[in-house]
C-alpha cells in the first residue's frame, strides 16, 4: 500500500454514492434489529484505531470481525485493483481469524467492477461490494497512485437491513480509506527523508575537492537503487554537441561510460519530452526500449523508469533511470521517488561541475601568480635563501626576511607562500611603515562601525583577510611601540579583536616579517621590542644587497628584458658586452628594484637587437645625493657643509664599493685594484663602518 492524507471530500464522496442498488429486492426482508448503541461503539472503535495510528492488517484483523458481527454476515474482504490486476487482502469471518479464511473462489468481479465503475454500492443478494477509492487528488502531491478497490462481503441472510448495510459500510471505508491514506503518509515520509539525508551525503561528495563526478554519480545510483528497490540505475548526461546520452555508471561497466544516440529508446523519449516515462515489458511497447544497450551489456530490461535531469534554469542536462523493479512493475509512486532523487542530484550535480571549474581557475590563478614572481638568482646567498624559503613553507614557523630595500624581500615572502599549503589562500602585504599607529590598529585588525569618527562601515582588518593564507608585514621596524605590541598580542593569542568590537575573531595566519632596520640596534635604542623580535625573528633570512650577488646581476637583467618584452610584444634584444659591463660595475643603490626600473626603460625606449651600455643610462648619482648603502647600514648622505673628514669617509666608502661591484664582488681582485691586501681592504672597511660580509658569512663573494 502506498501513500496518503484524508481528505473530507472523499468520505463525502463515498457517503453520496452508498445508496445500494441492488439486482433483488430486499424490500420483502425482515431486518433483525441491531441495537443503536452497537453500532455507537462501532463508530468509536474506528475513531480509537484511527486515533491510535492502526495498520492496515490490525485493522482488518480488529475491525473486520466486528463488522462481520454486527451485520450478520459470512465473510468480509477487502479487493483492490493493483497494476491491472485484482488482488484480495485478508480475508474475514465472524470469528475474527483472517489468516486461515481461504478468499472464496467465486468472487463477483462482475459486481467488484459494476461498483467501481459506478462510484456506489452494489449488491447480488449474496455479495456487497463497497467502492473503497482514493483518488490521486485527494492527497494533494502526495498521492503519487490512486487506490482503487471494494470493501466486499457475504452474506446469506435474507433479512440483512441495506440501511445499515450503509451505514456501517460507511464507517468502515472511512476507516480503510484514513488507514490507507495515513500509511502512505508516513512511508512518503520516510521517502523524503530518505531523499534528503542522500542529498546531504552526495553535497559532502561534491564538496571534497578531491572527488570526482564518477564518484558523485555512482553514490546518486546506488541511493536511487536502494530506494527504489531495482536492479540497477544510471544517471544519462546530455552532450548536447555531440547528440548523445552519456550513462554513468554504466550500469555494470565500471570504467567505461555507456554513450547512446540521444534520441535513441525510452532515455531519448524523456529527453525530448520532458516527461518522465515508465515502460513495463508485460504491458508496454517493446519497440520503445532501445534493446541494443541491453545486447551490449549483456543484460535485460523488464522494466525501467526514467524521469529528466534538470538544471537550475530548467534546461534539461539528463536522464535519471531505473532499472528493474525487484518486487513487480515501477508505477506513478516510482516516478515521484525518482523525481525527488533526480532534482537533488541535478543541483549536486551542477555543483560539483561549478566547484570543479572554480577549482581550476584558481589552481591556474595560483600558478600564474606564482610564475609571475620567481625569486631569480643563482649567488649562493639567494640559492640559500630560496631552499631555506622553501623549507620553512612546509612548517608554519614565523620568518624575519631582512635586506635593503628593493633587494626582493616581497618576492622571498610570496616564494614562502607559494611553496606552501596555504598558496590557495590569499597572500595580503601590509606596508607597515606606510601607517600611523591610529591607523594601524584598524588596517591590521578591522573596525566595527561606529567605533571612531569615520567608522562608517564595519571593515574586516588584514590579519581576518589573510585567515587561511599569510600576511606580509612588510618594514615591520618602522612600527610604532603601539603598533608593536598590538601586533604581539595577536601574534601570541592567534585572535584579532575589531575596534570597537569585543569579540575575538580566531585568525589562522602565517605571518611573515621583513625590514630593512637593523633591529638589533632599533632593540638596543629601545625603539623595537626585543619580545616581539623573537616572536617574529623564529626563522631569519637575509638577501645581500643586488651590488653583492656578482653575476645575478646579468640573469635577473636578462628575466625583466623577457618578463617586459613579453609585455609590450616585442623581440627580446641582446645585452652587448659594454652594456653587461655597465650593468656588473653599477652599484645598484636602489638594487633589484632598480634594475628593474632600468630594464623597463629601456625596453620601452631602445630598439634594435641590442642593448648597449650608453642605452641603460646608468649613471652613479652625485655624491649630494647618492646613497652610499649598506645592508642594515644606516643611509649616509653627504649633507653639506660637512666635515672634510666624515666627505673623506664617504668618498672612502663609495670608491671601496666601485671597486667591489666592478670586480662582480670578488674580495681579492677588488683588495688588488686598489693596491691593497685582501685583509687591509677589510680591515678598512670595517673602521669605515661597512658591512665585509664576514659578519655573516655570506654578503660578500669570492
Ligand atoms: N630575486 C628576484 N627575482 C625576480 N624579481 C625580483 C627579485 N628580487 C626583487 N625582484 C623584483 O624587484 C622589485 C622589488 O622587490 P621587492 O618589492 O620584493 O623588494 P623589497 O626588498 O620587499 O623592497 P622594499 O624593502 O622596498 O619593500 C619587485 O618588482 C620584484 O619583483
Not at 620553512?392 to 624575519?400: E, G, P, R, S, Y
Not at 680591515?683 to 655570506?698: A, F, P, S
Request: hydrophobic residues 40%; contains cysteine.
Amino acid at each position: 500500500m502506498k501513500c496518503f492524507l484524508v481528505c473530507p471530500s472523499t468520505v463525502q464522496h463515498q457517503r453520496r454514492n452508498l445508496d445500494f442498488m441492488t439486482n433483488h429486492s430486499s424490500s420483502t426482508r425482515t431486518h433483525e434489529p441491531i441495537h443503536p448503541l452497537d453500532e455507537i461503539a462501532f463508530a468509536t472503535e474506528i475513531g480509537r484505531a484511527l486515533r491510535a495510528q492502526i495498520s492496515h492488517p490490525a485493522l482488518v484483523r480488529q475491525l473486520f470481525p466486528r463488522f462481520i458481527a454486527l451485520l450478520g454476515l459470512d465473510a468480509a474482504g477487502l479487493v483492490t485493483q493493483q497494476k491491472g490486476r485484482w488482488h484480495v487482502g485478508a480475508w474475514a469471518d465472524s470469528s475474527g481469524d483472517t489468516s486461515n479464511r481461504p478468499v472464496p473462489a467465486d468472487l463477483p468481479i462482475d459486481l467488484i467492477s459494476d461498483a467501481i465503475d459506478h462510484g456506489g454500492g452494489r449488491t447480488d443478494g449474496r455479495w456487497w461490494a463497497v467502492p473503497c477509492q482514493i483518488d490521486v487528488n485527494d492527497g494533494g502531491a502526495i498521492v503519487s497512485s490512486p487506490m482503487v478497490g471494494c470493501l466486499v462481503f457475504e452474506s446469506e441472510n435474507e433479512s440483512i437491513d441495506p440501511d445499515r448495510v450503509d451505514r456501517l459500510s460507511q464507517l468502515l471505508v472511512t476507516a480503510i480509506t484514513q488507514t490507507e491514506l495515513d500509511a502512505r503518509h508516513r512511508h512518503r515520509i520516510a521517502q523524503l527523508t530518505s531523499v534528503l539525508e542522500a542529498a546531504a551525503q552526495w553535497q559532502q561528495t561534491q564538496l571534497q575537492e578531491s572527488s570526482d563526478e564518477n564518484t558523485l554519480l555512482r553514490q546518486i545510483a546506488d541511493t536511487a537503487t536502494d530506494l527504489i528497490g531495482c536492479e540497477r540505475a544510471s544517471i544519462f548526461l546530455w552532450d548536447k554537441r555531440r547528440k548523445k546520452l552519456i550513462g554513468r555508471p554504466a550500469l555494470g561497466i565500471d570504467d567505461r561510460p555507456l554513450i547512446v544516440p540521444d534520441n535513441a529508446g525510452i532515455v531519448g523519449e524523456v529527453l525530448a519530452t520532458k516527461e518522465p516515462q515508465i515502460w513495463n515489458a508485460s504491458s508496454d511497447d517493446e519497440a520503445r526500449v532501445n534493446r541494443d544497450i541491453d545486447r551490449s551489456l549483456e543484460f535485460r530490461t523488464r522494466s525501467l523508469v526514467a524521469v529528466p535531469l534538470s538544471g537550475p534554469r530548467g534546461e534539461t542536462i539528463g536522464v535519471f533511470e531505473a532499472i528493474n523493479h525487484l518486487e513487480n512493475h515501477f508505477d506513478n509512486s516510482d516516478v515521484l521517488l525518482l523525481s525527488d532523487l533526480a532534482t537533488h542530484a541535478a543541483v549536486a550535480i551542477q555543483a560539483q561541475r561549478a566547484q570543479k571549474s572554480l577549482t581550476e581557475s584558481r589552481d591556474r590563478l595560483v600558478r600564474d601568480a606564482a610564475r609571475s614572481t620567481p625569486l631569480v638568482g643563482a649567488h649562493p646567498a639567494v640559492v640559500a635563501v630560496r631552499e631555506s624559503g622553501t623549507k620553512v613553507a612546509k612548517t608554519d614557523l614565523t620568518v624575519m626576511i631582512l635586506g635593503s630595500n628593493g633587494t626582493g624581500k616581497e618576492v622571498v615572502a610570496r616564494h614562502i607562500h607559494y611553496e606552501s599549503d596555504r598558496k590557495n589562500g590569499p597572500f595580503i602585504a601590509v606596508n607597515c611603515a606606510a601607517l600611523v599607529e591610529s591607523l594601524l590598529e584598524s588596517e591590521l585588525f578591522g573596525h566595527e562601525r561606529g567605533s571612531f569618527t569615520d567608522a562608517n562601515a564595519t571593515r574586516v582588518g588584514k590579519f581576518e583577510l589573510a585567515s587561511g593564507g599569510t600576511l606580509f608585514l612588510d618594514e615591520v621596524g618602522d612600527m610604532s611601540p603601539g603598533g608593536q605590541a598590538k601586533l604581539l598580542r595577536v601574534l601570541e593569542q592567534r585572535e584579532v579583536v575589531r575596534v570597537g568590537g569585543s569579540v575575538p575573531i580566531p585568525v589562522d595566519v602565517r605571518v611573515i616579517a621583513a625590514t630593512n632596520q637593523p633591529l638589533d640596534q632599533l632593540i638596543a635604542e629601545k625603539r623595537f621590542r626585543e619580545d616581539l623580535f623573537f616572536r617574529l625573528n623564529v626563522v631569519s633570512l637575509t638577501l645581500p644587497d643586488l651590488a653583492n650577488r656578482g653575476r645575478d646581476v646579468l640573469l635577473l637583467a636578462d628575466h625583466f628584458l623577457n618578463h617586459f618584452c613579453y609585455q609590450i610584444g616585442r623581440k627580446v634584444p641582446s645585452l652587448s658586452d659594454s652594456a653587461q659591463t655597465a650593468l656588473l660595475s653599477h652599484h645598484w643603490p636602489g638594487n633589484v628594484r632598480e634594475l628593474r626600473n632600468t630594464i623597463e626603460r629601456v625596453c620601452y625606449l631602445s630598439t634594435g637587437d641590442m642593448i648597449h651600455a650608453p642605452d641603460l643610462e646608468l649613471r652613479q648619482p652625485p655624491m649630494s645625493t647618492s646613497k652610499v648603502h649598506d645592508r642594515n647600514q644606516p643611509t649616509y648622505r653627504i649633507d653639506l657643509p660637512t666635515s672634510l673628514a666624515e666627505s673623506t669617509r664617504l668618498f672612502q666608502i663609495d670608491h671601496i664599493r666601485q671597486a667591489i661591484d666592478r670586480c662582480g664582488g670578488n674580495m681579492t681582485e677588488a683588495a688588488s685594484k686598489l693596491d691593497l691586501h685582501r685583509s687591509n681592504l677589510y680591515r678598512k672597511m670595517k673602521q669605515l663602518g661597512m658591512r665585509t660580509g664576514e659578519e655573516d658569512g655570506e654578503a660578500v663573494a669570492e
